[in-house]
């Protein structure tokens, strides 16, 4: 009995000595492997490297978007859509010198001008745009340059 469990201990320890060895066999190929990949060089500092360039970059484009958005907000507000309707205001002049010009920005928000033309004078006379609408009444010709506006 005491000879088998010697035989035991000899096979394991025999056992144990080939996974150690194996063991260190694997770990100094992925050693090679790794200064390999990382041209003689430590390669998991190197890639931790990487990982906080990469951090460094997802916060920067973070802030490009935020500066873009900030962008977008402001354009928003601005004259995005032009309506110019010409026209002969009296029939006495062989051109159409009058013209109603909408202004307006991405919400149809803005003013729309309406310049008469006259032989004698001319008048300009200007009325809000709040969501395509206005408080005023609008002339044909203005309501027809806030709709070319619009439709662009």
Do not use: P, W
Not at 19 to 34: R, V
Not at 35 to 62: A, C, H, P, T
Not at 137 to 152: G, P, R, T
Request: a positive charge.
């Amino acid at each position: 009995m005491e000879n088998t469990l010697l035989i035991i201990s000899v096979i394991s320890s025999i056992i144990s000595l080939i996974s150690i060895c194996i063991s260190l066999i694997i770990h100094n190929k992925y050693e090679k492997t790794m200064k390999k990949l990382g041209e003689g060089k430590d390669f998991s500092k190197m890639l931790s490297e990487y990982i906080m360039q990469v951090d460094k970059l997802n916060k920067r484009d973070d802030q490009i978007i935020q500066v873009c958005n900030n962008i977008n907000n402001e354009l928003s507000h601005c004259i995005k859509k032009i309506g110019l309707y010409k026209y002969n205001a009296f029939g006495n002049t062989k051109n159409e010198l009058s013209f109603s010009i909408a202004l307006l920005d991405r919400e149809n928000n803005g003013i729309v001008l309406n310049s008469i033309y006259g032989q004698d004078n001319s008048n300009i006379y200007a009325k809000e745009i709040v969501k395509g609408k206005s408080r005023m009444k609008l002339s044909d010709e203005e309501f027809e340059a806030v709709q070319i506006a619009i439709n662009k």
